[in-house]
C-alpha cells in the first residue's frame, strides 16, 4: 500500500503546530497502524528527520497510551478498538490519512502526536481508589457480591483511561472516564466507604482540569474502544446528586 | 448549594430540572390551544385565556415560567462557553457525525431559534392582551380572532411552524437527556427514555404544528 499522511507536528507544548505531509510506500495491510509509524519514523531517521513522538506502550489494546485522533476518529474508524489494534487493511491504497492528537483543554500536546494526560491521574487521585483494607482473593471471595453488580463493575473497569472519550467528544468531557470510575468501585463492597467522598472529589477534579460538560451526544461510547457504556454516566449524575444531598445542599 | 450549582454537574441538573418543567408548560399549553378546536365560535379558548389571566396561582406559576426559560437559557449560555473553551483547537478533520446526531450536538441552535421564537410569540399575543391591552376587550378582537389572523399570514404561519419544527428535535434529544443528567436511567430504561422523548417530541410537533396548518389553510376558525 501507498499512503500520504498528515501528521501533526509539534516541537513543544509552548509553540504552534502544524501539519507535515509524508508519502509513505510499501505498506502492507497486515501492519498495525503504530507499525506503520515505526516505518515512517524509521525512513525520517534514515534521512535525518526527527521521528514523530507518539504514545504506546503494550500494543496490545490494554494499556491505555496509544491515542491518535485518524481521519477524524478517536483510535481509528473501528469500532472498539486502540490505535495499536487498528490494522492498514482498515484503509485502502492510495488514502490520505490525517492523524492529530487528542484536543482538550485538559489535554495539552506536548511533542506532534504526544498529549499530556496527567490530568487523568489527578482525578483518579482525588478518589478513584479505596482505603479499605481488601485482603487477600479467598477474603475477596467471602464477600457476597449479585452477580449483575459485579458484571456492571466489571465493565466499568474495563476502562484503561486512554481519554478516547475525551478526544471524541465535542465538549472535551471526561464523564465516560470519571463515570466508569465511580461506577466499578461504587457497585462493589470495598468502595461503599468512601462512596460519597469519591463522586464529590473526582467530579471537583474533572472541573478543575477543564473539562467540558456531558450532553448525552453518545460519541464518547462509539469512541470507546472497550466500549464502555452511557449507562455509567447516568450513575456518576446519580452518585453525585445524592453525595450532595446527604452531605446537604445548604 | 453554590459547590453544587457551579460544577458541571449541578449546572446540567438545573438544565434537566428547568427543561422538565418548561415541557409539563408545553402539555399545558397545548391542551389549552386544543380548545381552539372546540367548534364552539372560540367560546372555550377565550373562556380558558380569562381564566388564566385571573388566577393569581396560574399568574404565580407563570412568573416561575418566566424565570425557568431565563435560567434555562443563560445557563445553556454558560455551559456552551465553557465546553467550547475545553477544546481551545479544533481538529481539522473532525468526523463527528459517524459517532452522533446533528441535533444532540447542536441543541444550543436549536434552543437559540426557539427562544427567537418564544420572543416573537409573546410580541404576537401575550404583549396585545396582557400588556397593551389591545386585544380581548369591549369593541377589540377577541384573544381567537388574534390567534387566527396571525396564522393566516404566511410568513407567521411558515415561522411558527419551522420552530415547532426545531422545538420537536430539542426535545428529543432533551427529554432523555434531562432523566440521564438526573442520574434516572440505566440500561434498561434508557431505551424506553429514548422512545419517550421521542413520542414526546412527535406528540408535541403534531399537536402544535397542527396550529399553522389548520389555520392557514382554513380548516379551523371557521366560526371566530
Not at chain 1, 476518529?73 to 478498538?81: C, E, K, L
Request: charged share 15%; glycine share 8%.
Amino acid at each position: 500500500m501507498n499512503l500520504t499522511l498528515k501528521v501533526w507536528r509539534q516541537k513543544n507544548s509552548k509553540e504552534a503546530g502544524n501539519f507535515s505531509t509524508y508519502q509513505v510506500n510499501d505498506i502492507t495491510p497486515d501492519m498495525s497502524f503504530l507499525e506503520l509509524f515505526d516505518v515512517l519514523n524509521e525512513r525520517l531517521i534514515a534521512k535525518g528527520e526527527e521521528p514523530v513522538a507518539f504514545d504506546h506502550d503494550c500494543r496490545e489494546g490494554i494499556c491505555g497510551m496509544c491515542s491518535m485522533f485518524i481521519n477524524g476518529r478517536a483510535h481509528g474508524p473501528w469500532q472498539g478498538t486502540t490505535t495499536c489494534q487498528l490494522h492498514m487493511r482498515a484503509f485502502n491504497d492510495g488514502d490520505t490519512i490525517v492523524v492529530e492528537p487528542w484536543r482538550a483543554a485538559g489535554f495539552p500536546v506536548l511533542k506532534d502526536l504526544v498529549v499530556d494526560r496527567s490530568a487523568f491521574d489527578r482525578v483518579i487521585a482525588a478518589g478513584g481508589f479505596v482505603s479499605a483494607n481488601t485482603g487477600n482473593a479467598q477474603d475477596a471471595n467471602c464477600l457476597p457480591v449479585p452477580k449483575p453488580d459485579a458484571d456492571d463493575a466489571f465493565a466499568a473497569a474495563a476502562c484503561i483511561g486512554c481519554g478516547a472519550c475525551v478526544a471524541a467528544c465535542k465538549n472535551s468531557s471526561a464523564m465516560l472516564f470519571v463515570s466508569a470510575k465511580v461506577s466499578q468501585l461504587a457497585l462493589l463492597p470495598q468502595g461503599q466507604v468512601e462512596r460519597e467522598s469519591r463522586a464529590l472529589n473526582m467530579v471537583k477534579q474533572m472541573d478543575e482540569e477543564g473539562f467540558g460538560s456531558c450532553t448525552l451526544t453518545g460519541s464518547c461510547e462509539a469512541a470507546c474502544p472497550k466500549e464502555i457504556s452511557l449507562e455509567n454516566i447516568a450513575r456518576l449524575n446519580r452518585e453525585y446528586l445524592m453525595a450532595n444531598l446527604k452531605k446537604g445542599l445548604f | 448549594m453554590s459547590n453544587f450549582l457551579s460544577s458541571s454537574i449541578g449546572k446540567k441538573t438545573v438544565m434537566a430540572l428547568t427543561g422538565l418543567f418548561l415541557c409539563v408548560f408545553l402539555v399545558e399549553h397545548l391542551y389549552g390551544n386544543l380548545l381552539l378546536y372546540a367548534n364552539d365560535g372560540g367560546a372555550a379558548f377565550i373562556e380558558y385565556s380569562h381564566t388564566l389571566v385571573h388566577s393569581i396561582l396560574i399568574r404565580s406559576i407563570e412568573v416561575v415560567l418566566f424565570i425557568a426559560i431565563i435560567v434555562h437559557v443563560v445557563q445553556a449560555v454558560y455551559l456552551t462557553k465553557q465546553n467550547s473553551d475545553a477544546r481551545p483547537v479544533k481538529y481539522s478533520v473532525n468526523k463527528v457525525n459517524e459517532t452522533s446526531t446533528w441535533f444532540s450536538r447542536n441543541m444550543g441552535i436549536t434552543g437559540s431559534f426557539i427562544l427567537f421564537f418564544i420572543v416573537v410569540h409573546l410580541y404576537h399575543y401575550f404583549v396585545p392582551y396582557r400588556i397593551m391591552d389591545t386585544v380581548g376587550g369591549p369593541g377589540q378582537i377577541n384573544v381567537a380572532q388574534a390567534v387566527k389572523i396571525g396564522l393566516q399570514d404566511p410568513v407567521y404561519a411558515g415561522f411558527y411552524f419551522f420552530s415547532v419544527c426545531l422545538l420537536a428535535f430539542h426535545l428529543n434529544h432533551g427529554f432523555q437527556g434531562a432523566f440521564q443528567t438526573l442520574g434516572l436511567s440505566n440500561k434498561r430504561y434508557a431505551p424506553f427514555l429514548k422512545m419517550a422523548g421521542t413520542g414526546f417530541a412527535v406528540l408535541m410537533f403534531v399537536g402544535f404544528a397542527s396550529f399553522p396548518v389548520l389555520f392557514y389553510f382554513g380548516l379551523a376558525g371557521g366560526t371566530f
